[in-house]
C-alpha cells in the first residue's frame, strides 16, 4: 500500500518585506498564488525506518538525509502521534530547487498529507497547518494552495478570492540562489534606511479578484528582487528578454532565482516561453496556470 500527494509550486505576486526583527526573521506581507508546476511525494510503509529517495531534473540537489523537509515533516508528524517514522518517501521532483518557489515546503506538505493517510492518523487541518508553520514559513500555504495572503513570516494565512486563470512562463536559472543569503543581501542594501511594515497591495487584491491579467501586472511587487539581481546580475537579461517577447510584466520569483513572467493566455504563454529558450538567458522554461489547489491525494 502507498499514497501519492500532488503538491504545487507558488510564485508572490508580491512579497513586501520589513525591517529584519530581533530573532533575525522579517515581517513579509506575502501575496502567493499556487501554480501548476508540481512534485509528487509517495509514502510506502518501510521496515527499516525512514528513507527518501528522489527523482527529476534537479535531484542531484535534493538532500536524501534528514535535513530534507520532507523527513522534517514525517518524524514530526510521527512524534506528534507517538509512532515510528517507518515510512519510504519518494519525491518526483519537478520544481526547481533553490528556485523561489517553494520546491523543498512542497515536499514538507506533502510528506505531511501522505504519511497521514498511511498511518490513518486523522491529523486536523489545524494540526496540520501547525505542523507546517513550524517546518517553514511557506509550508503552510504548500498545503493548502489557491491564493492567500501571507502575514508574520509568510506563515498566517488568509485565504483570497480569484476571479479568474492567470497565466506564467517560468525561467529556470543556471544557478540556485539562498533563501538566507538573499535576505542578508536585502539586509545589506537597506542598510542606514528607514524600511516601512510591510503591507499588503489593495489594488494588487482587487486585480486578483477581478481575474485581470493587465491589472495584476501593473501592481505586481517583490522587495527581494534587487538583493535577488545583486547576487545574480545576469537575471535582468532574462527578465529583459521577457518583457520584449510581450510579458505583461516580469518579476523575480520570491527569492530567486527563477524569473516569473505574467501574459495574457495560453498562446501568449508559448509565444514567450519560446523567445525566452531562443535568448539562452535561462536553463530551462516552462509555463503553468494558477491558480490551482493545494497539496492533493491522488487516487490509487
Ligand atoms: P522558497 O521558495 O521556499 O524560499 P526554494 O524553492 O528557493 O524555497 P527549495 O527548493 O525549497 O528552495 O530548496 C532550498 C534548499 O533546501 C535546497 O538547496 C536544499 O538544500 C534544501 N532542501 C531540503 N529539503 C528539500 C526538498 N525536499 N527539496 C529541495 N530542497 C530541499
Not at 513586501?16 to 501548476?36: I, K, Q, Y
Not at 491589472?215 to 535582468?236: G, H, K, R, Y
Amino acid at each position: 500500500m502507498s499514497v501519492t500527494v500532488r503538491v504545487p509550486a507558488k510564485v508572490n505576486v508580491q512579497l513586501a518585506v520589513g525591517a529584519a526583527r530581533p530573532d533575525g526573521f522579517h515581517d513579509l506581507a506575502n501575496v502567493f498564488l499556487a501554480v501548476g508546476l508540481y512534485d509528487e511525494v509517495t509514502a510506502t510503509p518501510s521496515a527499516g525506518g525512514l528513507r527518501i529517495t528522489c527523482e527529476g531534473p534537479d535531484a542531484g540537489q535534493v538532500p536524501l538525509d534528514r535535513t530534507n523537509l520532507a523527513a522534517r515533516a514525517a518524524l514530526a508528524l510521527a512524534e506528534r502521534h507517538g509512532c515510528d517514522a517507518d515510512v519510504h518517501l519518494h519525491i518526483a521532483k519537478d520544481i526547481p530547487v533553490a528556485g523561489g518557489m517553494a520546491g523543498g515546503s512542497a515536499d514538507g506538505a506533502g510528506a505531511l498529507l501522505a504519511c497521514d493517510a498511511l498511518w490513518g492518523t486523522g491529523t486536523s487541518r489545524d494540526d496540520l497547518l501547525a505542523l507546517c508553520a513550524d517546518l517553514g514559513s511557506d509550508v503552510p500555504f504548500s498545503l493548502v494552495g489557491g491564493a492567500a495572503l501571507g502575514t508574520g513570516r509568510g506563515e498566517k494565512l488568509t485565504p483570497l478570492e480569484v476571479g479568474g486563470t492567470f497565466h506564467w512562463v517560468f525561467a529556470m536559472a543556471a544557478r540556485g540562489l539562498s533563501t538566507p543569503a538573499v535576505f542578508r543581501e536585502f539586509d545589506r542594501l537597506g542598510e542606514g534606511r528607514d524600511i516601512p511594515g510591510p503591507v499588503a497591495s489593495q489594488p494588487l487584491l482587487d486585480a486578483l479578484a477581478e481575474g485581470d491579467p493587465d491589472a495584476l501586472a501593473a501592481t505586481v511587487s517583490n522587495d527581494l528582487q534587487p538583493a535577488a539581481l545583486s547576487l545574480f546580475p545576469e537575471l535582468a537579461g532574462t527578465l529583459a528578454a521577457g518583457r520584449a517577447a510581450g510579458a505583461l510584466t516580469a518579476l523575480v520569483s520570491g527569492s530567486g532565482p527563477t524569473t516569473a513572467f505574467l501574459v495574457r493566455d495560453a498562446d501568449a504563454a508559448d509565444t514567450v516561453a519560446e523567445a525566452l529558450r531562443a535568448s539562452g538567458t535561462c536553463r530551462t522554461v516552462r509555463t503553468a496556470p494558477g491558480p490551482v489547489p493545494g497539496a492533493t491525494v491522488l487516487d490509487g
